[in-house]
C-alpha cells in the first residue's frame, strides 16, 4: 500500500454512506480546496498577462508601415554609381532605424566618400524626397491600421525621420494621418532611436503610462528604444535572417500579417477563415525552371518553380510565408496551387525563393512551361524543423489547408481570374 490519499479516504467514506459529519467535512474541504486553486489560476493568470496588457499602439513608420528599404537601396544603389562606388545592399542592416544625419556618416565613412556628411546627407534626402510617393505600404500595414481604427485603439507614430518627411510619407496614403492621436518625429525630441525618447513622448502625447503601451518596430535600434521605454515591444525585422539578433523584443514576428493583437489584450483579427487569411490577390508568372531537385526528390511533392531573377522586385514585396492561389498551366488548364515564398529555414538558401506546388498528379514535368499564379491567401509564416519528417508533414497540412479553402466562395471564384488563362492554348 503507499501513502493514504486524503482524496480516495474522503471517497471511500461517501461511498461507504458514513455520517453526515464525514460528507460535510468533506464538502466543506471540496470548496476551499477549490476556492483556493481558483485564486491561485487567477493570480498566476493576472501574474503572466499583467505584463503584457496594453491599451495603445505605437508605430514606428519606415519598415514597419512602410516599404521604405526598396526605394533607399535604389535611390543610395544611383547615387552611389555617380560618384564611383558600389551600392552593397548586404550592408543595409548598417543603416536601417538610424536617423538621416547617421546614416549620411555611416555611408560617408564606409565607402570613403570625398564630402561631408551634411553635403552628402542634403543630396540623399532630396532624391529620396521626389521617390516618398512611391513607398508601398508592407502587407499588413492597412489591415493593421483599419483593425485598429476600428475598435477605437489609440494609436501613434514614432519615428526617427524629421516631421517634414514622416508628414510627407504618410500624405500619400489615404486615411493614415487621421489613424494617429500623435505623430512624433526625431527631430521633435533631444535624441533618436536608440534613446527612449520618442517612445516617451509618445506615450505622453497618448496621455497614457508607458507600460500600457505597445510598440511595434522593424529596426533593433528601434526596439532597444521601446524596451528603455518601459514598453511592451513586437519586432518585424524588415531585413532577412536578423530574427536571432532581436533577443530584447518580447515578440519576433514574421510580418505584420503574422501579429496577434488579443496577445497584448488587444481585439482579435476576426478576418481569417478556416486557417487562411484572405488577401488582396497578386499575380507572378514566367516559365518553369529546375529548381533544386529537392521537391520530387527529397521531398516527394513536385514543386514548379519560377525564376527568382525575373521577379525579384515582386518577390521583395511580399514577406515570406505559405501561401496559395490558383495556377494556370498552358496546355493543360487551372490547378489549385499552395507555395512557399522564402529562404526555406531547413535547407537555409541564399536567395529568396519562391516555390510552388501545384496541387494536381502530372505524369511528366513540365519545365518550361508558361505558369500563371494568381495569390489569393496566406496560411503561415515561414519556420524551421527538426526534421525532415517534419517538414513534409507541416507542407501535406499546407497543401490540405489549401485545397480546402480554394473551395469557399471567396477564393474559388478567383479560379476565373484572366491572368490565368491568358496562358492557355486558344486563349487571347
Ligand atoms: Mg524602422
Not at 51 to 64: A, F, H, P, Q, R
Not at 110 to 128: M, P
Not at 183 to 188: K, N, P, R, S, T
Not at 253 to 271: A, H, R, T, V
Request: charged share 20%.
Amino acid at each position: 500500500m503507499g501513502p493514504a490519499n486524503p482524496w480516495l479516504l474522503s471517497n471511500c467514506r461517501l461511498e461507504e454512506g458514513c455520517h453526515l459529519f464525514d460528507s460535510m467535512f468533506v464538502v466543506l474541504i471540496s470548496k476551499f480546496f477549490t476556492r483556493a486553486l481558483h485564486h491561485i489560476v487567477i493570480k498566476i493568470s493576472i501574474a503572466m498577462l499583467s505584463k503584457k496588457l496594453v491599451s495603445c499602439v505605437i508605430l514606428d513608420l519606415d519598415g514597419t508601415l512602410l516599404n521604405t528599404d526598396g526605394v533607399v537601396n535604389d535611390v543610395l544603389k544611383a547615387l552611389l554609381v555617380k560618384l564611383g562606388k558600389q551600392w552593397d545592399s548586404k550592408a543595409a542592416h548598417k543603416i536601417v532605424g538610424k536617423t538621416p544625419y547617421e546614416a549620411a556618416a555611416i555611408i560617408v565613412q564606409d565607402y570613403g566618400l570625398q564630402c561631408t556628411i551634411e553635403d552628402f546627407g542634403s543630396e540623399i534626402t532630396s532624391l529620396f524626397s521626389d521617390q516618398w510617393c512611391n513607398i508601398k505600404p508592407l502587407p499588413g500595414a492597412e489591415r493593421l491600421l483599419k483593425h485598429l481604427r476600428c475598435h477605437g485603439v489609440p494609436m501613434a507614430l514614432a519615428s526617427n525621420s524629421p516631421r517634414v518627411n514622416v508628414e510627407s510619407k504618410i500624405s500619400f496614403h489615404p486615411g493614415w494621418k487621421e489613424s494617429f492621436s500623435a505623430i512624433v518625429a526625431g527631430d521633435e525630441v533631444r535624441s533618436g532611436k536608440p534613446s527612449p525618447d520618442i517612445y516617451f513622448e509618445a506615450a505622453k502625447r497618448l496621455n497614457v503610462e508607458p507600460s500600457n503601451c505597445l510598440v511595434i518596430e522593424d529596426s533593433l535600434p528601434g526596439v532597444l528604444a521601446g524596451k528603455a521605454a518601459g514598453m511592451e515591444v513586437v519586432a518585424v525585422p524588415s531585413l532577412p535572417k536578423q530574427h536571432h539578433l532581436y533577443t530584447s523584443a518580447d515578440e519576433v514576428i514574421n510580418s505584420l500579417l503574422d501579429l496577434q493583437p488579443e496577445k497584448w489584450g488587444l481585439p482579435p483579427f476576426q478576418d481569417w477563415i478556416d486557417g487562411t487569411l484572405p488577401l488582396e490577390p497578386w499575380h507572378i508568372g514566367g516559365p518553369v525552371i529546375k529548381g533544386y531537385g529537392r521537391g520530387s526528390k527529397m521531398l516527394g511533392i513536385p514543386t514548379a518553380n519560377l525564376s527568382t531573377e525575373a521577379y525579384a522586385a515582386v518577390l521583395s514585396e511580399h514577406p515570406s510565408g505559405v501561401y496559395f492561389g490558383w495556377a494556370g498551366l498552358s496546355t493543360r488548364g487551372i490547378y489549385k496551387m499552395v507555395m512557399s515564398i522564402g529562404w526555406n529555414p531547413y535547407f537555409n538558401n541564399t536567395e529568396k525563393t519562391i516555390e510552388p506546388w501545384l496541387l494536381h498528379n502530372f505524369n511528366e514535368d513540365f519545365y518550361g512551361e508558361e505558369l500563371h499564379l494568381t495569390i489569393v491567401g496566406y496560411i503561415r509564416p515561414e519556420a524551421n524543423f527538426s526534421s525532415l519528417e517534419s517538414l513534409i508533414a507541416r507542407i501535406h497540412e499546407d497543401g490540405r489547408i489549401a485545397e480546402r479553402a480554394l473551395d469557399l466562395p471567396i477564393y474559388s471564384r478567383y479560379k476565373d481570374d484572366p491572368y490565368l488563362r491568358c496562358t492557355l492554348p486558344g486563349a487571347w
